[in-house]
């Protein structure tokens, strides 16, 4: 079974309708794209499915179980972690910190047990810390653990909120444009790490992404948004020949001229 | 920052070393000893009450093994402070007077520091503990339910703990309206809550006489005093005995307040509560539940106001509506930005700053241009010094917001964290500066 069924989804903000009747299956263990113009829909979409947003319409089905109209936080505690496409960390804690708050819902601690500082908690708390660690490690933020979120460099703040994605326990990780911004050093980087997170962690990940090159490296499906509403999907080839994909990009012209 | 400053100046080798320590000692055993030998409240005492008062910033701020801090401390606080207030009951009254707003500066720390939710109304929780045993405690109770009498004075203990209860219940009560609430929004709704707990305490005397309203409640019960305390001090009278016992009930209190939000910022729930400050978009999608945390710091901040209200209830033996106004919620909040939003120590310096300035040192700046005036130095009629305390509190505030908007002492764990190798290794870049390269 897919990991995530969206169907027929849709968002509308007074007039506009900024999704309207998207559907999306992701299987478990993929790489998928969402890419359309500026204002498309995608953002929207991101955060119809990880519940900033409740859906007008449309059910959203994840890991077996319906997660459309959930809270953010516990859609999150069911396994979905996103990053966002203007970096929103929390400029003033630690790297470390980040991590560490990306973890609350996986700890356990009660207020009576920290303040009394019971014995769980003495356990709990240095293993969340060494964890924290091990996923800075994991992003390439090895030894910046104290460094204010704000002080890295950008390259850095965006490896930090994936560091802080995965510390949430994720299946499905959604990266809202991920390499924005980047130099193609940067860049190649970014879509390495991507790739591992899927190969090495075993998460399914979805991504918004305006770089095809990076698109077309690393997923395996793509779908395309315009005006809110998906215009086609398919594998990167297929994406590559669409009339319809081109024009909305370069306008009608350049699609018949082709 | 100071820290990377003091190795170049002067007092450097004062702050590290054997030194440090010699340095620390004799300063406080000799502001110690001339406070002690200046019992009359005067101008002189009241420098050297402030200098003594200085000694722990110095003692927070040196580079000493923390226990030697805490003996030295400790010290400080249960010997030389109580003894030196049984010579003369102001400055103990200072000092309970500022473990008070200590407290509650801390307690308000948790809601506007750490959780980042502006709150103008804080003084409520602290009339709520206080109307609790105000009412419990008195006659007052059997105007409520006819044929109940006050309980009696031994339950105060009792109803400590339960003024953090009730503290939290409120808390929570005055919090659910406002969850959705942000910034300049979230701080008028609260002012506004907290006006109505003033304004239901002057006006619950009837149809059913609950707070006595703007008359006050009169003659509330003190706790007992403890036999071992009267045994320990047998020269002492009951009314010194009592300003000792209330100073070490303060301490305690403040002292397990400064363990619980200690505790509370590095943990899950203090992480989550700067995560919601920092960004509450980007916190609600990490996992972390926004109504039960926010909701979660009202109530701990509420709680410590809820059990200093039943505290100062006992001490004041008589509490009425005014002493719980926008006013006090205000000067609580002062001292929370003064000392450093979400930093410790800070709001504690900023507690202990604000009650000092409020209660001693701008009277006492009033009471002497008042003398230099009689003497007849010339100040124009239109100023009237007492007139003009207010004034120069705002100016101070003012002056200090231009200068340091972070507060007196900003939150330093994570930059000290961050910086800790540098820190380390200054001293030798710095000494090895001053070699020049041959």
Do not use: C
Request: proline fraction near 5%; avoid cysteine.
């Amino acid at each position: 079974m897919a990991l995530l069924e969206a169907k027929n989804v849709t968002k509308s903000f007074g007039g506009l309708i900024a999704v309207n009747n998207v559907s999306l299956t992701v299987e478990r263990g993929s790489i998928v794209s969402v890419i359309g113009p500026n204002g498309a829909g995608k953002t929207t979409f991101f955060n119809v499915l990880t519940g900033i947003y409740k859906p007008d319409h449309g059910s959203i089905i994840f890991d077996g179980a319906s997660i459309a109209g959930q809270r953010p936080d516990q859609i999150t505690k069911q396994g979905i972690a996103r990053t966002f496409q203007n970096i929103r960390l929390f400029n003033n804690m630690t790297a470390i910190e980040n991590v560490l708050v990306g973890m609350h819902a996986r700890l356990n601690a009660k207020m009576w047990q920290i303040i009394f500082q019971s014995p769980s908690v003495r356990v709990e708390e240095p293993r969340a810390r060494a964890r924290a660690r091990e996923l800075l490690k994991f992003v390439g933020l090895e030894g910046r653990y104290d460094e204010l979120a704000k002080n890295l460099p950008y390259g850095d703040q965006r490896r930090l909120e994936i560091a802080r994605a995965l510390a949430t326990e994720p299946k499905l990780i959604l990266l809202d444009e991920p390499t924005a911004g980047m130099n193609p050093q940067e860049t190649l980087e970014a879509t390495r790490l991507i790739q591992r997170l899927r190969d090495e962690l075993g998460l399914t990940v979805i991504l918004i992404e305006h770089d095809m090159r990076v698109v077309m490296t690393i997923s395996e499906r793509i779908s395309v948004l315009d005006y809110g509403e998906k215009i086609a999907e398919g594998k990167p080839e297929e994406i590559r020949a669409n009339a319809r994909v081109v024009e909305a990009y370069l306008g009608r012209g350049a699609a018949v001229a082709d | 920052m100071s820290t990377t400053s003091l190795p170049n100046s002067p007092f450097a080798a004062l702050n590290r070393g054997p030194l440090a320590y010699i340095a620390l000692t004799a300063y406080v055993v000799v502001t110690s000893a001339l406070m002690l030998m200046n019992t009359r409240t005067s101008l002189g005492t009241d420098v050297l009450f402030v200098l003594f008062l200085l000694g722990f910033l110095l003692l927070y701020r040196a580079n000493v093994a923390n226990g030697y801090k805490l003996a030295l401390g400790a010290i400080m606080l249960i010997g030389v402070v109580p003894y030196f207030g049984t010579m003369n009951a102001y400055y103990i009254e200072l000092a309970i007077q500022a473990g008070i707003f200590v407290a509650l500066a801390l307690g308000l720390n948790v809601v506007v520091g750490f959780a980042g939710l502006l709150d103008l109304g804080y003084v409520a929780f602290f009339a709520v503990g206080a109307y609790l045993w105000g009412i419990f405690s008195t006659d007052q109770i059997s105007q409520i339910s006819p044929g109940a009498s006050p309980v009696s004075p031994q339950w105060f203990y009792l109803f400590m703990a339960l003024g953090l209860f009730v503290g939290a219940f409120f808390g929570v009560l005055l919090g659910l309206p406002v969850l959705r609430l942000r910034g300049d929004y979230l701080a008028i709704v609260t002012l506004g809550l907290g006006e109505v707990i003033r304004v239901l305490a002057v006006n619950l005397d009837r149809p059913i006489n609950i707070t006595n309203g703007s008359q006050g409640i009169k003659s509330i019960a003190r706790p007992p005093l403890p036999d071992f305390l009267r045994a320990l001090f047998p020269g002492l009278d009951d009314p010194q005995l009592y300003q000792l016992f209330i100073y070490a009930l303060a301490l305690l209190v403040v002292g397990i307040t400064i363990l619980t939000v200690f505790r509370l910022k590095n943990s899950r729930i203090g992480r989550a509560w700067e995560a919601i400050r920092e960004d509450e978009t980007a916190a609600v999608a990490m996992g972390v539940p926004l109504v039960r945390m926010k909701l979660m710091a009202f109530a701990v901040g509420a709680s410590f106001a809820g059990v200093m209200g039943v505290l100062f209830a006992a001490k004041q033996q008589f509490i009425n509506p005014p002493t719980f106004d926008l006013i006090r919620s205000i000067g609580i909040l002062a001292m929370v930005i003064l000392g450093g939003m979400g930093s410790i120590p800070g709001v504690i310096l900023g507690g202990v700053l604000v009650t000092l300035l409020d209660l001693q040192i701008l009277p006492r700046i009033a009471t002497e241009l008042g003398a230099l005036k009689r003497q007849g130095i010339v100040i124009p009629d239109w100023f009237d010094p007492a007139q003009y305390q207010r004034a120069l509190f705002g100016l101070l505030l003012i002056i200090m917001m231009i200068f340091r908007p972070e507060g007196i002492l900003p939150d330093q764990r994570r930059r000290e964290e961050a910086h800790a190798t540098e820190a380390q290794e200054m001293p030798e870049e710095a000494g090895a500066g001053e070699v020049k390269p041959a």
